[in-house]
C-alpha cells in the first residue's frame, strides 16, 4: 500500500530516455508463421517518491502517452489508437506504484537489484492492480527500472483487433518498461 508518511526522495523519468512497449502475438494472412507486434513510446514522464522507507509515496505516478505507441505498420498502430485503445477520450495509461519489493534502501550509489513493483495500472476507463518484475540498477543520482508485466484484453475490457489481414491475435499482451529516473529532490 502506497505510504502516507510524505517524501523523502523524489526520482523523476527523463524524458527521451525512458521507453514503453507492449507485444503482442498475432498471425497474419499469407505469413506462414506467427508474428509478434510489438509497439514502442518514449514519451513517459512521472515521478516516483520515496517515503522513509523506501516505499512509494502516494503522490507517485507514472504516465505514457499512448498516441505515440508506433510499431512497424502505420495500419495496425492506427486501428490500435482509435479502436483498442481509444486515444481520443483516454490518451494516457497511468502507473501508480504502491509496493516495491526488493529495493535496497538507501538507494544506493551502484550495482543492482531484482525488485517487484505493485501498483495500479489504468487504461481507458478500467484500474487494475498489477505487479511488475524486473531489475534496478543504480549509478550515482540515475536509476533505472527495467520490469515487464503480463495482461489480458478482457482485464482492461479492450477490444482485440479483428480485421481481414489479421486471422489472429493472443489474448495476452505483454508490457515492458525501461525507465530512466534522475534523482530530483530530497524532503
Known amino acids: 500500500m502506497a505510504s502516507t508518511a510524505g517524501p523523502a526522495v523524489a526520482y523523476t523519468a527523463v524524458t527521451g530516455e525512458s521507453t514503453a ?35 512509494p509515496a502516494a503522490e507517485s505516478v507514472v504516465r505514457v502517452e499512448l498516441g505515440s505507441l ?11 489508437r482509435n479502436n483498442v485503445l481509444q486515444v481520443r477520450q483516454y490518451p494516457q495509461a497511468v502507473f501508480v506504484p504502491t509496493e516495491i519489493r526488493g529495493m535496497p534502501w538507501p538507494v544506493p550509489e ?17 484500474t487494475r492492480e498489477v505487479e511488475w518484475t524486473g531489475q534496478a540498477a543504480f549509478d550515482g543520482e540515475t536509476m533505472r527500472i527495467t520490469a515487464a508485466t503480463s495482461v489480458t484484453f478482457d482485464d482492461f475490457n479492450l477490444s482485440q483487433p479483428r480485421v481481414p489481414i489479421v486471422l489472429s491475435v493472443d489474448e495476452v499482451i505483454r ?11 530530497d524532503a
Open 175 to 185: 508490457l515492458e518498461a525501461d525507465i530512466v529516473l534522475q534523482r530530483t529532490g
Open 70 to 80: 508506433r510499431s512497424d505498420q502505420s495500419r495496425r498502430d492506427n486501428f490500435v
Open 21 to 55: 512497449r507492449y507485444r503482442v502475438g498475432e498471425r497474419l494472412v499469407n505469413i506462414p508463421l506467427p508474428v509478434e507486434a510489438v509497439g514502442v513510446t518514449q514519451d513517459v514522464s512521472g515521478t516516483v517518491y520515496f517515503d522513509k522507507t523506501g516505499q
Open 110 to 126: 551502484s550495482g543492482q537489484a531484482d525488485i517487484t513493483i505493485v501498483g495500479q495500472l489504468t487504461i481507458r476507463d478500467v
